[in-house]
């Protein structure tokens, strides 16, 4: 990370030949080691600390002095389950992130994997690289959904690579593991593969069984983050997995875990990291990590403990604590001053020693990612109605956001619309090169919603719902015109609309915009009889084969449990 001519400059810092960049002085800071709040100077040189202790530098010309007589300083935050294509992007995420403390990510690399050669991938991870935060990422081990050509995508030769860079650090979420758990050759080789390159590898294991956990801990799994209850975090450290506690819009169960590991009395804080889950713009209003820690402190858990669970515990755990999630010398000056210890955001931030927030402003940030590289939508799919009736009466009931059972409608399917009088509508998956359709039913979606389509997905996939089959026609243009995104229809014309024109899935706009996007997109889908939550996580995990019960995918109609195909798709 440092040249040699810069590790010289930082010496020279130490041996009073050169000035710091930066001196926070007499500041209250939090040691990870000791588990102290301890009062000092802390000597910042570029993007180093290189001095954490009592005294102050022989040169100060040049340098900023900063009071920290009435600050508490803390190591940045962690977010170690970053999904960074939740309808934003990597970078329009973290900008947004470090706003309140957050300034690094361990990241979800499932959407460029699945759509962009090895290339094209690490050309675009060493552009992110640009960006003055600690970024790390996954190697996905599954697709999450159903493929004909899985081992395409997956398989130990195309991940060998990928797997090498040193800004790799985990391997999954393991979203297959009852793949895994059966013995699979390619599964267990890839999971050899991320061991040997000394990664971790996460599950994806809600509900999972004491047997099941002990068996996959075997078999290479070393944490998890599907904690639903008091129960499920026992069973987990009962195992020896390292657990990562969630407060995501699908499941906020952090509070509630948090509050019965205090009732127990348990003394495991050392084991805990906390996670946002890839949750969609609108929960992230008041921040990211910054809101978990807070909710740690809110229900009783001691200040120090939260903020060490947000920066200390991950990088140790993903062996990153050399550089990371300690104030001490040697490390990436990565720091956010607090005026409380009880109020988790920051009132400054520092990442690689550069202010991000200083004094309550946001800094103007002059690094811009070049994204055009991923291009833009391409597909040669000319939607018609033919192409949106359904295949067969077997759909989707939606008993919650990401939750499906099967059912059997027994309306007529060949006709152009459907009536306002029921909650069923048409779903129609096809792929952008239009060679692989999958056409169904849907119930518990909306009542009213004549037509909505997206091109973002974990396969890039175009799905559409609604019902008049000439509104999701118009949809689905609107997302063509756009060059990607969301577009809800009403009648004739398109109500709301979020554009993704990056690579037809990605936004372009930063997390602000997207939040006040999503919220009007939001309340137009429940003025037409949206009955769920986030439509997001709806559309996002129809494909995905991690959840029970039916899903809709490039193989057909599948059930999640058997992985069995009951409705072939259409090639």
Not at 294 to 300: K, L, P, R, T
Not at 349 to 363: N, Y
Not at 466 to 480: P, Q, S, T, W
């Amino acid at each position: 990370m440092w040249t040699k001519d810069l590790q010289e400059q930082q010496l020279a810092v130490i041996r009073g030949k050169k000035a710091p960049t930066i001196v926070i002085q007499n500041v209250t800071y939090l040691h990870a080691f000791f588990k102290q709040w301890k009062v000092g100077n802390i000597w910042i040189d570029g993007d180093r600390i290189v001095y954490v202790g009592t005294e102050m530098p022989n040169m100060l010309e040049g340098t900023e002095v900063i009071d920290g007589s009435e600050r508490y300083a803390v190591p940045g935050y962690i977010e170690p389950h970053t999904h960074p294509a939740q309808l934003y992007n990597m970078e329009s995420f973290a900008n947004y992130a470090a706003q309140t403390g957050t300034t690094g990510f361990i990241s979800d690399n499932l959407l460029l994997h699945m759509q962009f050669d090895e290339e094209m991938n690490e050309a675009m991870h060493d552009e992110l690289q640009r960006l003055p935060y600690a970024l790390y990422w996954w190697s996905r081990l599954d697709s999450q959904t159903a493929l004909h050509d899985e081992a395409h995508y997956f398989n130990r030769e195309k991940l060998k690579r990928w797997m090498a860079r040193p800004d790799v650090i985990m391997g999954g979420e393991v979203t297959a593991w009852p793949v895994l758990l059966n013995g699979d050759e390619r599964m267990s080789n890839m999971v050899a593969l991320a061991k040997q390159n000394g990664l971790k590898v996460e599950g994806h294991l809600p509900g999972a069984s004491e047997r099941t956990l002990a068996q996959l801990k075997l078999l290479g799994i070393d944490g998890d983050h599907e904690s639903m209850t008091l129960e499920d975090v026992e069973k987990r450290l009962q195992h020896g997995y390292a657990v990562t506690l969630r407060h995501s819009s699908i499941r906020p169960d952090l509070a509630d875990m948090l509050k019965g590991v205090i009732a127990e009395g348990w003394d495991v804080w050392d084991q805990f990291m906390m996670t946002t889950d890839g949750s969609s713009p609108l929960f992230h209003e008041t921040g990211v990590i910054n809101d978990c820690i807070q909710v740690a402190i809110d229900v009783g858990v001691e200040p120090m403990h939260a903020y060490l669970m947000a920066s200390y515990n991950p990088a140790r755990y993903y062996n990153l604590s050399e550089t990371l999630g300690v104030i001490a010398t040697g490390r990436r000056a990565m720091i956010n001053l607090l005026q409380d210890p009880r109020n988790a955001t920051p009132v400054s931030v520092l990442s690689d020693g550069r202010w991000i927030v200083k004094d309550g402003e946001v800094q103007p940030m002059d690094i811009e990612i070049d994204w055009s590289m991923l291009g833009t939508l391409e597909t040669s799919v000319t939607l018609t109605e033919d192409l949106l009736t359904p295949m067969t009466n077997l759909g989707i009931s939606l008993e919650n956001d990401v939750i499906t059972k099967p059912y059997e409608s027994e309306l007529d399917l060949s006709v152009s619309g459907l009536n306002y009088e029921h909650d069923e509508s048409f779903l129609t998956v096809i792929s952008r090169d239009g060679k692989i359709r999958m056409s169904s039913v849907i119930k518990g979606f909306a009542d009213h919603i004549d037509g909505i389509a997206t091109s973002y997905s974990n396969t890039g996939d175009f799905i559409i719902i609604g019902k008049n089959k000439k509104a999701m026609i118009r949809a689905f243009n609107e997302v063509l015109r756009m060059q990607g995104g969301y577009a809800l229809v009403e009648g004739e014309e398109v109500v709301a609309s979020i554009p993704t024109p990056i690579a037809g899935s990605l936004p372009n706009l930063p997390v602000e915009q997207l939040i006040e996007k999503e919220r009007h997109f939001k309340n137009e889908m429940q003025r037409l009889g949206y009955r769920l939550n986030n439509f997001v996580f709806t559309f996002l995990f129809l494909q995905s084969m991690h959840l029970p019960f039916i899903r809709i995918t490039r193989q057909g109609m599948m059930n999640v449990l058997k992985r069995e195909v009951l409705v072939p798709a259409q090639k």
